[in-house]
């Protein structure tokens, strides 16, 4: 979605009283410059404000993109937001507080709702900063009885201005001399009776939400919550009755139909526009991988949208911030909206965006509506993206005919496509590869491993990687377990992910078995960590070509692992490391015993790992490969800018 053309009324005016904030202005003014929908105008209503500063540092605000408007006197809030609603020509208005700030997918997210889903109403989860922290969800759907209960509408919403014409705009004294009544409460309550639609971003937290350590909100003047929401009734009393309460009920349940999909919008130059789909942004090397080749495409003048369709659980970490560094358009469904929309916005969004290239990267949820996507836009391409031979290659056989092309990153992936009837030219194999620049060998050093808490001497040997069936973490607790007391030898686990419950329950019930053993969880520095190690052991019982394991050859550190996926292109007996049968702690044991017998081998080896992760691994060759996949589809990005 682009900017109103001059003269013409943009879709959102963003209305931002200010009284006393000069400080923390410019920083509400910049979270709306940083919005990805640019189809709005901002307007900052100073109110006033006697702290002497305030005044000039809002004037100084006003530009070509910033509308600024004085009030001659001290103006309460709400006399503030109709001044600028006054003036504002957007469809939708959203007031921000000039001390708050919007996440940057906030309008777009709402402008769907508002759009494509019937809503009137839309604001979304809290993220406090300041004198508190802490997140608040809010009710998806409220009603008039859940607002007459309580307010679970943000300040920050956005809404259809013919509601605020409706309601009489906002009104500060509703409580009159019993105390302060929250005049956004009032107010969502009033435009409900007359007949808004609320539907919330509920556990999506896009308003951060300054605290003060004294706020109106704190003061003495505010009243309790069931006497504000008595003063809420009477204030709206004219308009409260029983046959509005049944039709509020009755607006809620009912869903509205989908309209039909928006034009293309219309876009400068050429810009090829990729949207990524993954069931999750989780800690592990595939969102590693990933991070990288969205860094190095936005560099090269790509537009990237991301979304997500599943929600792990805490455990298993969170790389949004991987992503969010390089675009901030990423999109997690689940957060924002119930499921039955989920199709709609994947489909509004390729509409919307002018999407050129579509890249699946595990998601069932996008595998289902390739079918849809093929026929709603037939040059729209579609590339599959691989890490090893089971799980997800059942939906590239299934959908075979609708995926333009698969990448993979392991020949063991590629041979199994040809052996299941791929053509090679649909295949590009791409190597995953890492930043040798950053991981290196200096990282190894004394200082380093007392900062990690490792031991001086012996030989550590440790796992770091997702805790999840595939990689085996379990596999590499019975290796601890197995290890005879009088090898002189340190066990180090690093990571997270689902198993961690049977991880912890493990160590718990046997405690002397795991006496060598550190537990670490989650580090800050990974990267130190492996340079660190002796040993990097893998008792993967199904890998690709992972990436910790590129890491461990770009620090130097050889690798006991299973001979499974991508792994063996990496593991080089006798000079990389040692490759194992999947799920042999025996066989793991003995290499132990060796690395125990002759620890001087590891020094020879570690100068192998580097020298093959300079061959193996190389970040600039995965990049420029991803990209040369990719170019083809480029041209889909010319052809449409002919659409009119």
């Known amino acids: 979605m682009t900017r109103a053309a001059s003269g013409s009324p943009p ?55 910033v509308q600024v408007l004085m009030q001659p006197r001290p103006s309460k809030v709400g006399a503030n937001r109709n001044l600028g609603i006054t003036h504002a020509r957007g469809q939708y208005i959203v007031c921000l507080d000039a001390d708050d700030m919007l996440h940057p997918t906030y309008l777009e997210k709402a402008a769907y709702l508002l759009e494509r889903r019937g809503a009137d109403v839309v604001s979304a989860g809290m993220e406090m900063f300041g004198a508190e922290t802490g997140k608040l969800s809010i009710v998806r759907r409220p009603d008039l009885a859940t607002l007459l209960s309580g307010n679970h509408v943000l300040t920050c919403a956005a809404f259809r201005r013919h509601f605020w014409e409706a309601a009489g705009g906002f009104r500060d004294d509703a409580g009159g001399p019993a105390g302060h009544v929250h005049e956004d409460w009032l107010f969502w309550t009033r435009v409900v009776a007359l007949g808004a639609k609320v539907v919330n971003l509920a556990d999506d937290y896009l308003l951060r939400y300054r605290v003060h350590p004294a706020s109106l909100s704190r003061s003495a003047s505010v009243l309790p919550m069931d006497k504000q929401a008595a003063l ?11 046959e509005v309460l049944d039709t509020s009920r009755a607006l809620k349940a009912k869903r509205n139909a989908f309209p039909p999909l928006p034009r293309p ?20 090397g595939a969102e590693r991988l990933l991070a990288e080749v969205v860094r190095h495409l936005v560099g090269e003048g790509w537009e990237i949208n991301v979304i997500s369709t599943l929600s792990p659980g805490l455990e298993a970490g969170d790389t949004t911030e991987w992503f969010t560094q390089h675009t901030d358009r990423v999109f997690h469904l689940p957060r924002f909206l119930e499921e039955e929309d989920w199709a709609d916005f994947v489909m509004s969004t390729i509409a919307g965006r002018r999407v050129s290239t579509l890249l699946v990267v595990g998601s069932t949820f996008t595998y289902r509506m390739l079918r849809r996507i093929r026929i709603q836009f037939p040059n729209l391409k579609v590339v599959d993206l691989l890490f090893n031979t089971v799980g997800h290659t059942s939906d590239n056989r299934r959908y075979a005919r609708l995926i333009d092309l698969t990448i993979v990153e392991n020949g063991e992936v590629r ?41 001086e001497g012996g030989t550590v040997v440790g796992f770091a990687g997702r805790w999840s069936e595939e990689k085996n973490p379990l596999g590499f607790l019975d290796l601890v377990a197995a290890c005879p007391p009088e090898w002189n030898l340190h066990f180090i686990m690093a990571g997270t992910g689902p198993q961690r419950a049977q991880v912890e329950a493990r160590i718990a019930a046997s405690p002397s078995a795991y006496r060598r053993l550190r537990v670490l969880g989650l580090v800050d520095d990974p990267i130190s960590l492996l340079a660190n190690l002796d040993v990097l052991v893998l008792p993967s019982l199904l890998d690709g070509r992972p990436t910790v394991a590129l890491e461990a050859l770009g620090v130097g550190t050889p690798i006991l692992a299973s001979e499974v996926g991508g792994l063996p292109e990496l593991v080089l007996p006798g000079r990389t490391g040692w490759l194992v049968e999947a799920g042999k702690v025996p066989a793991m044991l003995d290499v132990l015993r060796q690395i125990h017998e002759q620890p001087a081998l590891l020094a020879e080896m570690r100068e192998w790992a580097r020298s093959h992760a300079m061959t193996e691994a190389d970040l600039g060759r995965m990049t420029a490969a991803f990209e040369a996949a990719l170019s083809p589809m480029r041209e889909y990005a010319r052809t449409q800018e002919a659409l009119p």
């Open 232 to 242: 809420v009734r009477a204030g709206n009393a004219d308009v409260l009755t029983d």
């Open 265 to 284: 919008a219309a876009k400068a130059g050429t810009k090829p526009v990729l949207l990524i789909a993954v069931p999750w942004l989780v800690l592990g």
């Open 415 to 455: 041979d199994w496509l040809l052996e299941h009837g791929e053509k090679a030219d649909r295949i590009s194999l791409v190597k995953s590869g890492i930043d040798l620049r950053r991981v290196h060998p200096a990282l190894r050093n004394t200082a380093a491993r007392r900062a990690l808490g490792l031991p």
């Open 11 to 65: 879709l959102f005016s963003v209305v931002i009283p200010c009284f006393n904030y000069g400080d923390y202005v410019a920083e509400a003014v910049a979270s709306v410059h940083a919005q990805t929908l640019k189809n709005h105008e901002i307007i900052v209503v100073e109110g006033g404000s006697t702290d002497g500063k305030t005044p000039s540092r809002v004037a100084a605000l006003a530009d070509g993109r």
